[in-house]
């Protein structure tokens, strides 16, 4: 059984930083990609970044290039997004996410995952 814990969540002022991790478990963490989302109220969950299972490639969404950084730790199962210069409009709760062997054009798609955590509430004030 595969299980994602999210933390690190919380509130900061715009243009400060956060770091969200996710502990891993019941899976060999080299053969999942994983990713971030968010999902902000009345709004639709949405793809943030993703990390290949070598861990060589990673992926963002044009909002965040530049500012968030995803990593993974594979010796001790933990997933991250570092998260800098912060604005109101990256308000969402944020969901790690697990699947084995995607295909490229699958790495965005919420629905193409398989394993999810609860998330945790990043709240950026103006």
């Known amino acids: 059984q595969v299980q994602l814990v999210e933390s690190g969540g919380g509130l900061v002022q715009a243009g400060g930083s956060l770091r969200l991790s996710c502990a891993a478990s019941?899976?060999?963490?080299?053969?999942?990609?994983m990713a971030w989302f968010r999902q902000a109220p009345g709004k639709e969950r949405e793809f943030v970044a993703a990390i290949r299972r070598s861990g060589g490639h990673t992926y963002y969404t044009d909002s965040v290039k530049g500012r968030f950084t995803i990593s993974a730790d594979k010796s001790k199962n933990m997933l991250y997004l570092q998260m800098d210069d912060l604005k109101s409009e990256d308000t969402a709760a944020y969901y790690c996410?697990?699947?084995?062997?995607?295909?490229?054009?699958?790495?965005?798609?919420?629905?193409?995952?398989?394993?999810w955590g609860q998330g945790t509430q990043v709240t950026v004030s103006s």
């Open positions: 996410a697990a699947s084995p062997r995607m295909a490229l054009s699958a790495l965005r798609m919420s629905y193409m995952y398989n394993h």
């Open positions: 019941g899976h060999t963490f080299s053969n999942y990609d």
